[in-house]
Structure formats: structure tokens, C-alpha cells
């Protein structure tokens, strides 16, 4: 009987300890995400699953190319999965389909080499746009299929919840989120 009390209590202690690291990991280092809809198309399809890591964001500069998880601005609740194109303080610009960021025509190796740009909502075409401090220009990697920085305008740093880490479902596109 103490055996059976000994190693019941013994289960307890693991779950509870497994649970709070879980937590701790969960609600402050890491959170696994699954894709929907094709704003990301062709580098993340729907159904994909993923890592996203929260610590470097808050602690880190955010870099241009990197694969960002935000808030959706006006949905409370809702989680997107964006690329940071334009960072605080520069000066944006999208013309003829492509992205200029301080009058240089930006190169993204990420992208097919047809993609356009299409201005809309608040960005309009030939419009210089300046970033304030602490806000990015996102966009969906499916330029011709992805509500973005062009509908909502700059987003705040302080709704970036993380960095896309790495796909992880299904086992056959198991990969890191490319820059």
C-alpha cells in the first residue's frame, strides 16, 4: 500500500512539473501554430504547422525577411503569419509591382521572380509612406492573395508575437522558416 500511495504521488509530482514547464514554454518562449489560408503561398501552404518563438522579438531587433506572427489588427484573438518588409524609420514606396524602401527597388529572394505588388487599400501606388519608430511594414508572401500592411497600415512592434521558427507538420515539409 505505501508502495502504491508512494508511486501515485510520485505520477502527481511529474504531471504537475511537466505541466508548468509546458506552460512556462508555451506562454513565454515558444507556441505551435497551424497555417490558414494561402497569404503565405508558396513558402507556407494551409494545413502547415509551426513553430514560433517569442523571445527574440521582444528582446532582439526584428529583421527584414524574417517570418513574423502578429495579432490581427482588428480581430482580438487572432493570429496571422506575416514577412517583415519595411522596418522603423525607413521610407516605403511601392511602384509598378515592386516594394522600394528608401528609393531602392527591394530584392526578395523569397519570392518568385514574377511576384507584383499591388497597392491598395492604405498604401497607394507611387505614395511615399515613413515607418514610425517601432512599426514594420508586413506582408504576405501571395502578394495577389494576402490582407496586410496595405489594408491596415504599419504594425507595432508591441503586436508582434513572434518569429516563425520552423514547420514541423507534415513530417514531409518539416523545415525552418527561410529569411
Known amino acids: 500500500m505505501k508502495r502504491v500511495t508512494k508511486s501515485l504521488l510520485n505520477l502527481i509530482e511529474l504531471t504537475v512539473i511537466g505541466t508548468a514547464v509546458a506552460l512556462l514554454v508555451f ?3 515558444a507556441q505551435p501554430l497551424k497555417v490558414t489560408g ?12 509551426l513553430i514560433a518563438e517569442k523571445l527574440t522579438v521582444k528582446y532582439n531587433d526584428i529583421k527584414r525577411g524574417d517570418v513574423v506572427i502578429i495579432n490581427h489588427p482588428s480581430k482580438k484573438g487572432v493570429l496571422l503569419i506575416k514577412r517583415v518588409v519595411g522596418l522603423p524609420g525607413e521610407e516605403v514606396m511601392l511602384l509598378d509591382g515592386d516594394v522600394y524602401i528608401n528609393g531602392t527597388a527591394l530584392i526578395e529572394s523569397y519570392l518568385p521572380t514574377d511576384t507584383f505588388t499591388k497597392a491598395y487599400g492604405k498604401m497607394l501606388e507611387g505614395e511615399r509612406y515613413s515607418l514610425p519608430d ?15 500592411s496595405r489594408e491596415w ?16 507538420a507534415p513530417i514531409n515539409k518539416v523545415r525552418f522558416a527561410r529569411r
Open 27 to 29: 506562454v513565454f518562449l
Open 38 to 49: 494561402n497569404s503565405m503561398l508558396p513558402n507556407f501552404t494551409s494545413g502547415e504547422q
Open 134 to 148: 517601432k512599426t514594420y511594414l508586413l506582408l504576405g508572401d501571395n502578394r495577389k492573395g494576402s490582407t496586410d
Open 153 to 168: 497600415g504599419p504594425i507595432a512592434k508591441n503586436n508582434i508575437v513572434g518569429k516563425g521558427l520552423f514547420v514541423y
